[in-house]
């Protein structure tokens, strides 16, 4: 009798086992390995803290890895990574294998500044006017369009009202979440902001390789969480 309980005692113990050691690697297998790069954080200070929320609240694990902007697209598209972080469609238009959460992260209107002491460009004249962009951005491709006088690039969004100010260029498109205010109090520095409305609106989006599609909709049902709760916030 003792024996065929013992039997019993070791195969549920056995049985216990299995379970915790099952858990474990699912849990394992849901920690993503998602790609970011230095502009990631120049567009909005909060966006990296924003995306640990949303995975936190998926229940999918997230690990950072820190590339430069091309190197983490590719291997984000091998499937070497399992993703990258906060992408422009036009970014990703080439790359097969990596798909949208459905839900973007940020919708944001970018708006054209010029030091205050200048006047602002007529917008059908502004092909005879330097822009300054942000490396690694991709939106500033766009911008670099509208010039025929050529175009400087900064590392950061301080660097590059730092050579407007130099009058290394005419004029920078910024989106407000950028903390502008903050970065031209501490340089004493004064802009105005050009025309009545932006001059580009876009959206960006955590790209997923293919493999991970059955995760696509819980991100974005917890982006959404995330966007109702910061509304509630007093």
Known sequence: MSLIFDGKHVRLKSLLILIVIS??????????????????????PNMINTIERAFEHSGIGLKW????????????????????????PQA????????????PFLS???WLYVMANKPCPAYAELYRYRPIGI??????????????????E???????????????????????????EEILSELGIELQRCYDQPVINTRTYLYLHIKHLDKLDRLADSIRWLKRTQNQAP
Request: charged share 20%; net charge neutral; proline share 6%.
């Open 65 to 88: 890895v820190d590339l430069p902007a091309e190197r983490s697209l590719r291997l984000a598209n091998a499937g070497m990574i399992d993703g990258d972080a906060q992408r422009q």
């Open 135 to 152: 490396l690694g951005i991709k939106i500033y491709e766009q911008v670099y369009l509208w010039s025929k006088v050529g175009w400087s």
């Open 108 to 110: 944001l209107p970018f």
């Open 23 to 44: 858990a474990n690697l699912q849990a394992q297998s849901e920690t993503l390995k998602i790609g970011r790069y230095p502009a990631v954080s120049l567009i909005d």
């Open 154 to 180: 900064a590392t950061s969004a301080k660097q590059l009202v730092e050579m407007l100010q130099r009058g290394r260029g005419d004029y920078a498109v910024l989106p407000d979440k950028v903390g502008i």
């Open 92 to 103: 990703v238009r080439h790359l097969p294998n990596l798909v949208a959460v459905p839900e």
